[in-house]
């Protein structure tokens, strides 16, 4: 049943399935499909989330007014271990033993979706990522004659390859009423993974970009003054601390930095199963006093943290699984917190970092040309506020969790008419 705020402007009800979903409030987990949800919800749309469930979590709450269920795939709970901390296809190519457990979790969601829409009512079904919530939602949705929307992030079209994986994507891609990418890169990759499509849209995920607060300044002018040495300067990692996130060639280039920069220094925050390989190049390269693990971070507070700093790098790499960053919200919101990006010139990044306009872009594995990007900044008063400048405009025209949630409601009022009325 709709609840009155739905009623009220006449939109329904959205069963969104996803595997990369907060775990609790705070937890480490990307928020960007809560955010969503949220931000549907305030346009009018009752939205009911479905996720795996993980050691620790409840089976039943609601986080920041989003109801929130997580089904279980095996027993105990400690061996559910497929998803979340890094995300499914990480934790699949650190222990590959974890891929005995996907056919339990493909049935249990399976399961799960189709029980919601037997007892609930649904006007659509939001599957994030093709594998597998794409492909049970196909399932699901073929049963019981519920539209169906893909959205595609992109580490679900570049791995997870071979001719039975592809089999899989593009059945689940072609049947669903409607198809997003979050970058012209994705875009590309499931064109020609499953044209043609007879609904596939561009829709950025969206980010804070409102301006920073009074508060939020103070803070990072206090972070400022407790890391940065004397007048070098302060560089900030957010991320993942795993290969293809780049963290060893931020590395690299405060080493190289510290020829013509000597009081360089690094923030790494984030944690991952690299982080002990990361900690011992600093040992190597003796960075202890210029490279600082910070660890997780709270969420509301990484803002401050990006916006202390004289630049923001994210030297992503392509994985060896073909992954590659398909969107990069870390990007975005270091530019929303007016930070200059330096970043890899790859997969979706390009979309918004921007060369010479909005950031600074460098090959992958390149920490040479981290370290001019950083010396060009640093020898440069007012390209910081050219790219603070022409950021903040390109954020609130396309990249803003307003346009994401705007353009979501136009698809989904699209759909469910054609689901009603097709």
Not at 340 to 348: E, F, I, K, N, T
């Amino acid at each position: 049943m709709k609840d009155e705020n739905s009623k009220a402007k006449g939109r329904g009800r959205i069963l969104c399935v996803t595997s990369n979903f907060p775990r609790w409030a705070g937890d480490s987990t990307t928020p960007f499909v809560l955010n969503l949800a949220e931000d549907l919800q305030a346009l009018g749309w009752q939205v009911d989330v479905l996720a795996p469930h993980a050691p620790g979590a409840a089976r039943k709450e609601a986080i920041n007014g989003v109801n929130v269920e997580r089904f279980r795939y095996v027993l105990p709970e400690s061996k559910q271990t497929v998803c979340y901390q890094g995300g499914a296809l990480v934790n699949l190519r650190k222990r590959p033993l974890e891929k005995l457990k996907l056919p339990l979790l493909v049935a249990a969601e399976f399961a799960a979706i189709t029980w919601r829409l037997l007892t609930r009512r649904y006007d659509v079904i939001h599957s994030h990522w093709i594998l597998p919530q794409g492909f049970t939602g196909m399932l699901a949705s073929k049963l019981l004659r519920v539209p169906h929307v893909i959205t595609v992030h992109g580490g679900d079209i570049f791995s997870l390859k071979g001719n039975f994986m592809n089999q899989l994507k593009r059945a689940a891609l072609r049947s669903a009423n409607a198809v997003t990418v979050n970058s012209s890169f994705t875009r590309k990759a499931v064109e020609d993974l499953a044209h043609p499509l007879r609904n596939l849209q561009r829709i950025p995920m969206g980010v804070d970009a409102s301006p920073l607060s009074d508060a939020e300044r103070q803070q990072a002018q206090a972070l400022r003054d407790q890391y940065r040495q004397q007048n070098g300067p302060l560089l900030v990692f957010v991320g993942r601390l795993v290969e293809e996130k780049g963290a060893q060639d931020a590395i690299t280039a405060v080493q190289l930095l510290r020829e013509r920069l000597p009081e360089t220094r690094l923030l790494v925050i984030g944690e991952g199963q690299d982080r002990s390989q990361l900690e011992d190049q600093v040992a190597h390269l003796a960075l202890q006093e210029h490279v600082l693990f910070l660890g997780w971070v709270e969420p509301k507070e990484v803002r401050a943290h990006m916006a202390a700093a004289d630049a923001f790098l994210g030297p992503s790499r392509t994985a060896q699984d073909g992954w590659v960053e398909a969107q990069g919200l870390t990007f975005l919101e270091a530019m929303a917190a007016g930070a200059p990006v330096v970043a890899s010139r790859l997969g979706g990044i390009v979309d918004s970092v921007r060369d010479g306009e909005t950031g600074i872009l460098v090959d992958e594995k390149s920490p040479q040309q981290i370290a001019d990007a950083v010396l060009k900044i640093a020898a440069s008063p007012g390209l910081r506020e050219n790219f603070r400048v022409a950021a903040a405009s390109m954020l609130t025209e396309e990249f803003s969790r307003e346009c994401s949630a705007s353009a979501f409601l136009e698809l989904f009022e699209k759909v469910t008419d054609v689901g009603k009325h097709g």
